[in-house]
């Protein structure tokens, strides 16, 4: 790869990212401590506005009335491309940073403070977008329909992983959840007088578990999200929420009705007053668009950083970058913090983002993505290959209609 980028102009990056780790790495561990779930990270977003203010980035709060969601922009004065990177801050409930989204946040932040330091020589624009909520509202999804990726030009953002993996590693989700509806009696002295509900649940469980095995190219796991309060009430309300995942979102559509078919089924089995809702409760998460001729770069200087190298590999998560990647070009880099055997979403994942593995890894890590923009903006070659393969990859595609959350319902007789 013919790189236009300097030692001169990668040695200020590398200075003025240095200034700012120690920094840094304190906002990763505080996060750490102060997990917020997405929607609720009223403290974590503040923290990451002000490090952003201070650090000379015109901020917007509050965008698209996403109360924990923002907009940071360094802008040159100059002719040149637009550079973004998002930052996800929100925990899980009872695992904290188990995803590694305090990794994520200030890996973004530091390339793009880097980043920032050498604008003014080489031209373009610098963006941080705040992007609350990854693992339930999904507020990409809205931020990419609203228009606030419009300008991008490129988008980065780097995942942490037990490993090393090249961009792509990204499926579709939906999230589709079942409730039931009967009605409460007193389970001892009058149990035939209620319509147990979560018997409704069970069945549909059960069944469904069966019946997915016949959808080899489906992941589905479902968890009970409502199952009553006292085992001496017979439960009137029951509800499973379940995520199927799958290499692009046209392969789950045929579920939909299964879900439906079985919901109808199970309630009908309990008793012909028993009703049901089938709906959606987050938005679709699209499969990435992987956009290679950024992702290559992107290797290539993590490479370089003796970051390791950046397999291809198959499968993986899903995330709401995916909806982003068929609005501009997009990479999801995975980086490894050297932890083989840890899995994502486990209290363990989220220790390690505290270790010195983890430092490193978001060293290296801010120092690549802030080359890589660096790059797009002084190569114009590269920028135009970016370019075309985005025009390739959605000619003709048209997103589907998704839904922000909790009113986009599929089907249902409860009134």
């Known amino acids: 790869m013919e790189v236009k980028l300097n030692q001169n102009l990668q040695d200020k990056m590398d200075e003025a990212l240095e200034k700012v780790l120690s920094q840094l790495l304190a906002l990763k561990e505080d996060l750490y401590h102060h997990p917020e779930i997405g929607g609720q990270e ?76 050498v604008l003014d020589e080489i031209g373009g624009k610098v963006m941080v977008l705040g992007t609350p909520g990854e693992e339930n509202i999904c507020c990409k999804v809205q931020l990419s329909d609203h228009g606030y990726f419009d300008e991008a030009d490129l988008v980065i953002q780097a995942h942490p992983l037990g490993y090393n993996a090249a961009s792509g590693f990204v499926r579709a989700i939906d999230a589709l959840q079942v409730d039931f509806y009967g009605r409460s009696s007193h389970a001892g002295m009058a149990p035939e007088k209620g319509i147990n509900a979560l018997d409704a649940a069970t069945n549909f469980y059960v069944k469904l578990n069966q019946v997915k095995q016949t959808y080899p190219d489906l992941n589905i796991h479902g968890v009970f999200v409502a199952s009553g309060d006292q085992a001496g009430i017979i439960p009137d309300y029951a509800a499973i929420k379940y995520l199927i995942r799958a290499d692009t979102y046209e392969q789950i559509l045929p579920i939909h009705q299964v879900f439906e078919d079985l919901a109808k089924e199970c309630a ?33 200087f993590y490479e370089s950083l003796d970051g390791g190298a950046m397999p291809e590999l198959e499968g993986g998560a899903g995330s709401d970058i995916g909806n982003v990647s068929w609005v501009r070009p997009t990479i999801h880099p995975w980086i490894g913090l050297n932890a083989p055997d840890f899995n994502l979403h486990t209290k363990e994942f989220a220790n390690h983002t505290l270790t010195q593995d983890a430092d490193l890894a978001l060293e290296r890590a801010a120092k690549a993505m802030a080359y890589t923009g660096a790059e797009g903006i002084l190569n114009p070659d590269l920028l135009a290959r970016i370019q075309a393969e985005f025009a390739a990859g959605t000619q003709g595609y048209q997103a589907p209609e998704v839904g922000y959350g909790v009113i986009d319902y599929l089907a249902g007789t409860h009134k």
């Open 268 to 300: 009908s089995q309990v008793a012909p007053d028993c009703q049901w809702k089938l709906w959606r409760n987050e938005p679709v998460n699209l499969s990435l668009l992987n956009n290679q001729p950024l992702s290559q770069t992107f290797n290539c």
């Open 42 to 117: 009223f403290r974590s977003s503040k923290l990451l506005q002000d490090f952003l203010s201070q650090e000379g980035f015109q901020v917007q709060p509050n965008l698209d009335q996403l109360e924990t969601a923002f907009k940071a922009v360094y802008d040159s004065g100059k002719p040149g491309p637009t550079v973004t990177y998002t930052a996800e801050f929100d925990a899980l409930v009872g695992v904290g940073h188990g995803c590694g989204h305090n990794w994520i946040c200030t890996t973004s932040l530091g390339a793009a403070t880097a980043l920032k330091s």
